[in-house]
């Protein structure tokens, strides 16, 4: 099974509005990741956690921040966001410490910012 | 600099052809390569990746991939496209001396499959 899981699939949000995505895998994968995606573009890395450590940011501000409670959970809790950043949120999931091993991504969130 | 280049933006097919996507990439070691599919509003789907070993590597869905190092390339095919092949394709490249592990990512090809 190389399933991974995201909620919800759809999000309207307003710029003052809190709000959370969350993600979830069961294939043991210790490393996750959050990924941002525009229309017909490549995804771009956001954040990606090791060990339900954070070890990548990608300079992302901090209206994004990001967490991981425990090895299977992802989220990522959004406040006072920009319409540019509505886009399709990707969250993926992989073995640690292996260059080989291959990401795994969810089917995504879609936001859209009023 | 580590890159990944897909030089066609789209790609159009008729139904029962074979298909062929293109990817070139630029690393600076030996590169892991990898393809996903994405479909209208949808994830990335993984498709097929090259590590080391047979330079043709075959993935889901009928697509396979031949890895050619000294022309760098790591084209996508597919012996007889279907229409639901319609899609857009991505191919990436990680060079596995970087500690990272970050995938770096072309920008995409469009497949249009007609029938």
């Known amino acids: 099974d190389t399933e991974v899981t995201q909620t919800p699939k759809h999000l309207v949000m307003g710029m003052t509005n809190k709000k959370s995505l969350k993600c979830e895998q069961h294939?043991?994968?210790?490393?996750m990741y959050w990924y941002k995606q525009k229309a017909k573009k490549p995804p771009e890395l956001m954040f990606v956690y090791s060990y339900e450590k954070l070890s990548i940011n990608e300079s992302v501000p901090s209206r994004f921040s990001p967490e991981c409670p425990n090895s299977s959970l992802l989220n990522l809790h959004l406040h006072a966001l920009q319409p540019e950043d509505s886009a399709l949120y990707l969250c993926?999931?992989?073995?640690?410490?292996?260059?080989?091993?291959?990401?795994?991504f969810g089917p995504g969130t879609r936001l859209l910012v009023l | 600099a580590q890159s990944v280049a897909q030089p066609e933006d789209q790609v159009n097919v008729a139904e029962g052809n074979p298909l062929t996507v293109k990817c070139t990439y630029s690393v600076s070691g030996n590169p892991y390569l990898f393809w996903y599919v994405q479909y209208p509003n949808r994830g990335l789907q993984f498709l097929l990746k090259?590590?080391?070993?047979d330079n043709l590597v075959k993935g889901s869905y009928g697509f396979e991939a031949e890895f050619n190092k000294s022309q760098t390339s790591f084209h996508l095919k597919k012996p007889s496209a279907l229409v639901s092949d319609s899609a857009l394709y991505f191919c990436?490249?990680?060079?596995?001396?970087?500690?990272?592990?970050?995938?770096?990512w072309g920008a995409g090809t469009k497949l249009i499959i007609k029938p």
């Open positions: 294939m043991g994968h210790r490393a």
């Open positions: 090259y590590i080391t070993g």
């Open positions: 993926a999931s992989s073995l640690v410490g292996d260059p080989r091993e291959t990401q795994y």
């Open positions: 990436a490249v990680r060079d596995f001396r970087d500690s990272n592990y970050q995938l770096i």
